[in-house]
């Protein structure tokens, strides 16, 4: 039930992301996905890195604790997935207490270590991607009311990346 729930939310997440382009710090910071290697095995573990970079003229306040995963990404195909191959949760809060300050045209890193399990990955080519989701919420019912409009809302993804991933030996 609650896979089922993170993959309602993501895909909420992501029609938001699409509609809500226009927003302007989402039009200044731009999001990647590296790993630490090209190919794994099964039961690996894999470094994932992502930098978000700055790409206007001014300095630009980043939550990083947010909503961070990596899904497998297939624009051109529907396919229906077990939940767990849905969203790979790398971060699954938001915390507006720690910002970070990007300089223009500078990036902020943070990296994640994961374990490559079949629960997720696939054995062969993985085309991923990283998303992102911020929001502010507020535990009053009365102030998230007030706030309703002027709520933080900040949705983004990277571009594809491509893993390989070998069966064990």
């Not at 190919?39 to 573990?45: A, E, G, L």
């Not at 491509?162 to 069966?167: D, I, N």
């Amino acid at each position: 039930m609650v896979k089922l729930s993170i993959i309602a939310y993501f895909s909420l997440l992501l029609l938001q992301s699409a509609v809500c382009q226009d927003n302007s710090i989402e039009n200044s910071i731009g999001l990647s996905i590296a790993f630490s290697k090209d190919t794994v095995s099964f039961q690996d573990s894999l470094e994932i890195q992502l930098s978000f970079k700055n790409t206007s003229d001014s300095v630009v306040s980043l939550n990083p604790i947010a909503i961070i995963g990596i899904s497998h990404y297939h624009p051109d195909v529907f396919i229906t997935y077990a939940a767990e191959r849905v969203l790979y949760s790398l971060n699954n809060y938001c915390s507006p207490k720690d910002k970070v300050e990007i300089l223009p045209k500078g990036f902020y890193t943070k990296t994640y270590d994961i374990g490559v399990d079949s629960s997720f990955f696939y054995s062969g080519e993985n085309v991923l991607w990283a998303l992102y989701h911020y929001h502010s919420s507020s535990k009053s019912k009365q102030v998230f009311r007030k706030r309703k409009q002027n709520r933080n809302i900040l949705s983004f993804c990277s571009p594809e990346v491509r893993l390989f991933v070998t069966p064990s030996e």
